[in-house]
């Protein structure tokens, strides 16, 4: 799964938090949040524990799946 940077960090302005307050929130690593921030591929958990730190719905800061031709 890949978190769209520009929802995420939206999610983040919304919730008042930069990354370090992200990052205590989820209670993940700060490598594993700058893979998250960073577009890398990471686990549905993952990406859920960011999302539930936020307060908002996993699906508001997944990247758009893109269709191959």
Do not use: F, H, S, Y
Not at 13 to 35: V, Y
Request: glycine share 4%; with cysteine.
């Amino acid at each position: 799964m890949l978190a769209d940077r520009k929802k995420l960090e939206i999610a983040m302005a919304r919730a008042c938090m930069n990354t370090e307050d992200l990052q205590k929130a989820a209670n993940m690593p700060r490598p594993t949040l700058n893979n998250i921030i960073t577009g890398r591929n990471i686990r549905p958990g993952t990406i859920g524990k960011a999302a539930k730190a936020l307060q908002v719905d996993v699906t508001e800061i997944l990247a758009e799946e893109k269709e191959d031709c």
